[in-house]
């Protein structure tokens, strides 16, 4: 009874805000069929004489999602990152959504980590203090110190969230649903979908052991780096719903004038964001996925300043082999302006439906593409680039792929971020040798028997399908009464099966190695991968 009055409640908030906000005009905007667009005409309110918003529609939305409280905040906030669906104003406007949100009372904080960890506080803590460092929408920081010694963090997430995000969602899915029914405006922009992803970033969010986690891993990928601290995770004191970390004092790193004072170097500063988040996509295809600015400090007193720290890891993405290579390749054949590529390689990813027309969609990407290529290089975005194809690509039905999504998204902070920091920096020029060296490892001996291995580990399994194949075609020759001599000889067809791998496997690393070679300047040492490339399909042909 109390669940439902709690609905019916929300229920009517939502309503009233959404008629305040005139979200209703930006409803009825959308195109819809006309019989659906007259229903509008019954609600009693729209016959009343109203005086026109002085506010933008995006803002209007901006609005709404603020008096709806945090769950529909950070809604909006992953929504102003879709701009491969949104329109730039409400996307622009989305990304001003602040959650501001009131601490909750440090006895719940604390009767939270009693609870959790079955121990008392001063138990745990030699010092724990209940006025909180930072309060945000899931979960609030303390600052506290081990028995010890240890300078740590604990952060703990809000009280009763669960039923309220529950709730919230379910909400937020009817909306979703009541509009992709109404309006092909909507349909287009997958709304169900948005809010199906939200769902999982929200319940990931909720689990701050998935957070320590991905610190663990994030913290021990840069291991004795000099470009990125992540802090420790004290894993005796974690649990669902209470994280501790080691405390860090840095920078922020939008503090430009802090960072000035100590002398940075805000060029090297610039470039070390792109080279970690290159080291991140490439070397280790595990990438911090919630570089916004309030998650990166910088550390100017270590030996190797200015190194960055980096909080908050509950979100990462990562990049299968496949779609690392696809990536790479995809953005070779930009720089190359090589179009038809780039629609071939989507389609051969399977990111876009094969029976796609190749030349439409190479059509539609040259359209958006070339006036990107008129800058300089080193003013252009590699994160508008992405979102420019994803936006064709979206016209194309390319099913949404998360990690790409998650990757772009990172790619237009880490963007924004280093050209905040220093204006002139050159990305293409900064993200190449990475790259390079990625491709170049992809083409290298090392990889190449790894190449092999795992083929060779195939030949079994092959070996054994045709030898199956083989007695099946001598059972069936012998019951037609024809000789069985036709059929080759068990040795000779393993032999061809493992040249034909070693063909694949030759002429895929000569192809990757050729897209390199056509845009990276050809060096001694690549002369030679190439001459072993082509020697591998000669070997492979043989
Ligand atoms: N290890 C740490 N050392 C010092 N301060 C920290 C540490 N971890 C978090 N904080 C402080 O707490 C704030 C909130 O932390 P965090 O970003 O992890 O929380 P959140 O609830 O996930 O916030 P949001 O979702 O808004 O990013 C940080 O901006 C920082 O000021």
Redesign the pocket.
Known sequence: MMKLFAAAHRLLRIFFILIRYRLDDLIFDLPMPFWLRSMGYLLPWRWLPRHKSTHSRGARLRLALEGLGPIFIKFGQILSTRRDLLPTDIADELALLQ?KVPPFESERAVALVEQQLDAKVGDIFAWFDTKP??S?S??Q?HAARLHTGEEV?V?VIRPGLKSIIDQDLAWLYLLARIAEAASSEARRLHLVEVVDDYAKTIHDELDLLREAANSSQLRRNFEHSELLYV?QVYWDYCRPQVLV????YGIPVTDLSALAAQNTDMRLLAERGVEIFFTQVFRDSFFHADMHP??IFVSTQTPHAPQYIA??C?IVGSLTPEDQDYLARNLIAFFKRDYRKVAQLHIDSGWIPAETKVNEFEAAIRTVCEPIFEKPLKDISFGQLLLRLFQVARRFNMEVQPQLVLLQKTLLNIEGLGRQLYPELDLWRTGRPYLERWMCERMGPKHLVNTLQVQLEQVPRVAGMARSLLEHLARNAAEQGRPAHRVQPRSSALLSWVGILLLIGGSMQASLYLEAAQLFSLTAWSSWLMLGAGLCILVGRR
């Not at 970390?245 to 860090?248: D, F, H, L, S």
């Open positions: 959650d460092l930072a945000a899931v979960a920081v963090v952060k802090p970390m080691e405390r860090i309030g998650n909080i908050d509950g």
